[in-house]
């Protein structure tokens, strides 16, 4: 009798042990795209790769993120499209890009919005930015998951005349994204604004089909535009966070434990994008000059003051109360 009842447990156990390891030889592995337009290196890059390295971790091998830097699956627009109608898994970019298929998400890269990281981080953790998300979700299948990376503040730099007030960019050709935002920014200045997506900026600065162009100094860096460009003035006019973007039937089709792996390795990369964005502010500027670009610091309150009827011209379009509704 005893000998039975061991055989019998014997059994119990043995078809206990083929069942768990069946079940964890069937766990479904799943292979993920994440496209973006930052150069290699760039610190975007680098917190993207290393969340992918963190997800692949946590996973066991499980979960692979695959990245393609540098525009290799399009531009910023087009690569939000694919993730909008679900052949590409993941994206990152700022407000005024996803503003081209919500336009009210755009008021958080709207010039001189937020007076530092932590108040921004504040804004886009408000209940009226969760809204905006949502609502970007809804018409898009859009989804923003983890928090916000800090992509930098911009400044405006140019081949031959410094920019230390206004008045100096008045008939000057800009580049600016493919957001109807940076459009309406550079008007208000005077300048004229020419949409441009980024692989192509680099040989527009060169061969003068443009003036100059904004962004932080990290992209500066990485896209080598102090090569081609003298001046940069520190006009600070843009705060720009990013977001970490996903197709929302991507995003339903994972499961809960899987879904907690990817958003704790973006956050992870999200921290180390900050850190260095922040030590670059403050390093680069060294390297520019070494470079021998003339760096100056104007007025801000020139710009912020005509930088105002960016704000007068799409309160309609953004809700008249959303400014208010997200500072409060």
């Given at each position: 009798?005893?000998?039975?009842?061991?055989?019998?447990?014997?059994?119990?156990?043995?078809?206990?042990?083929?069942?768990?390891?069946?079940?964890?030889?069937?766990?479904?592995?799943?292979?993920?795209?994440?496209?973006?337009?930052?150069?290699?290196?760039?610190?975007?890059?680098?917190?993207?790769n290393k969340a992918a390295e963190e997800i692949k971790k946590l996973s066991n091998g499980r979960i692979i993120i695959n990245v393609f830097p540098a525009s290799q699956l399009g531009n910023n627009k087009e690569l939000v499209q694919q993730v909008s109608d679900g052949s590409l898994e993941f994206v990152t970019d700022g407000p005024g890009m996803f503003a081209n298929w919500h336009k009210p998400i755009e008021i958080f890269e709207a010039p001189f919005f937020a007076k530092d990281w932590e108040e921004m981080k504040k804004f886009t953790g408000s209940n009226a930015a969760k809204k905006l998300y949502s609502d970007l979700e809804n018409k898009s299948n859009l989804k923003i998951i983890g928090n916000s990376w800090y992509?930098?503040?911009?400044?405006?730099?140019?081949?031959?005349?410094?920019?230390?007030?206004?008045?100096?960019?008045?008939?000057?050709k800009i580049r600016v994204p493919q957001?109807?935002?940076?459009?309406?920014?550079?008007?208000?200045?005077?300048?004229?604004?020419?949409?441009?997506?980024?692989?192509e900026v680099y040989v527009a600065l060169q061969t003068n089909l443009v003036d100059g162009q904004e962004n932080p100094v990290a992209t500066i860096n990485a896209g080598k535009f102090q090569e081609v460009q003298k001046n940069l003035s520190l006009t600070g006019h843009i705060m720009t966070p990013?977001?970490?973007?996903?197709?929302?039937?991507?995003?339903?089709?994972?499961?809960?434990?899987?879904?907690?792996?990817?958003?704790?390795?973006f956050n992870l990369g999200g921290t180390i994008n900050n850190e260095l964005t922040f030590k670059g502010e403050k390093e680069l500027l060294e390297k520019f000059k070494l470079s021998g670009m003339n760096i100056t610091t104007p007025n801000k309150n020139l710009f912020q003051d005509k930088m105002k009827k960016v704000y007068q011209n799409n309160e309609d379009k953004w809700g008249k109360n959303l400014l208010s509704e997200i500072k409060k």
């Open positions: 009798m005893f000998l039975k009842i061991n055989k019998i447990l014997t059994l119990i156990l043995v078809s206990l042990s083929i069942f768990t390891f069946s079940s964890l030889s069937q766990e479904k592995k799943i292979t993920l795209k994440f496209g973006h337009f930052a150069p290699i290196n760039h610190p975007i890059d680098v917190g993207i992509y930098g503040v911009r400044h405006f730099t140019t081949k031959n005349k410094p920019i230390n007030t206004p008045d100096d960019l008045k008939g000057l957001s109807p935002l940076y459009i309406d920014m550079i008007s208000s200045l005077g300048a004229i604004p020419t949409p441009m997506p980024f692989p990013f977001w970490i973007v996903t197709n929302t039937k991507t995003w339903n089709s994972l499961n809960k434990k899987d879904q907690d792996i990817i958003l704790k390795a």
